[in-house]
């Protein structure tokens, strides 16, 4: 039966333009769905209620801690102020680089999670805990430790930016679900300790800062993961749609190949017949286009 896969990693200047745009446009939207502050604030009560009921308000004791502990504070203000920034376009353009055959699914993935955040933003302006009363206990650690960086008193943006930020989008976290799959891409395509320790650190430490900073409670992080994994369960009929589109407009994208010689053909030595493929065309990463999942050296055709 005949396969179709990318014979080559996607253009990096086609990937790098559609990355612009998608966050552009995110950024975008996140500033007209600032939504009222007293809506956001009620929103932020109602799920500072619901956790302290369902026992869950791990934040107080993290934003306390970052408070009365600078030697903690600090550092993790950095954490939220910019590894949001750097590690999930680091992991992006790792996976282009020596995962191709994973890139477009793993970017499509992270797209449609973005994508549905910028709705929890719209329909749900959440107000995080640092802008709450202060009769609820929260100090803003980004305020107090300003000094030490970059940003001002409002969010992790530079001073005098602060007015470009969205602070009522707390829910659902994005810092989290970046993070997460940040962890689950190292988790799947590592290959080393490292590695692994890191896709098990940094979504956790990213939970516990956005907490103890108070930009986040914790349901707000927990509705990031549940993003990440909706994301994951529409990605594989995103990419079939999309496929169908470019094919109805005639686009042909990718480059692809067809398999002519089934699996169980062979040919006299030395003979060879056009479009079969050769060993040395495997894929760039090591991962053979035609085959199964990762470790399984049989031909698709044949299962």
């Given at each position: ?66 408070t ?80 030490y960086?970059?940003w ?75 993003v ?23 686009y ?7 398999t ?44």
């Amino acid at each position: 039966m005949p396969q179709t896969a990318p014979r080559h990693r996607p253009r990096w200047w086609t990937e790098l333009l559609l990355i612009a745009v998608v966050y552009a446009a995110y950024s975008s939207g996140r500033l007209l769905a600032r939504g009222d502050a007293s809506t956001a604030i009620d929103h932020g009560l109602a799920i500072l209620r619901a956790e302290k009921a369902l026992l869950l308000h791990a934040e107080h004791p993290l934003n306390r801690l970052l408070t009365e502990a600078p030697a903690l504070g600090i550092p993790a203000d950095f954490f939220y102020a910019s590894l949001h920034y750097l590690v999930t376009p680091a992991v992006l353009v790792w996976l282009f680089r020596r995962h191709p055959l994973r890139y477009r699914a793993a970017r499509t993935w992270l797209m449609i999670a973005t994508l549905f955040g910028l709705v929890g933003f719209t329909l749900m302006p959440t107000c995080p805990p640092r802008l709450l009363g202060a009769s609820h206990g929260f100090v803003d650690t980004m305020a107090q430790y300003s000094s030490y960086g970059w940003w001002g008193a409002e969010a992790s943006a530079p001073r005098g930016l602060g007015g470009m930020t969205n602070q009522y989008a707390a829910m659902p976290s994005l810092h989290v679900g970046w993070a997460l799959w940040c962890g689950v891409m190292l988790w799947q395509h590592g290959r080393t300790p490292l590695k692994r320790a890191l896709a098990v650190a940094y979504p956790l430490l990213t939970t516990i800062v956005v907490m103890g900073t108070a930009n986040h409670y914790f349901l707000d992080a927990v509705a990031g993961a549940a993003v990440i994994a909706v994301a994951a369960l529409l990605t594989r009929p995103a990419m079939r749609l999309t496929d169908r589109v470019r094919g109805r407009f005639g686009y042909a994208g990718t480059a692809s190949y067809s398999t002519v010689v089934g699996a169980g053909c062979e040919t006299s030595a030395g003979e060879r017949i056009p479009g079969q493929r050769t060993p040395s065309s495997a894929g760039a990463d090591g991962e053979r286009p035609g085959a199964g999942p990762a470790g399984d050296s049989t031909p698709a055709a044949a299962r």
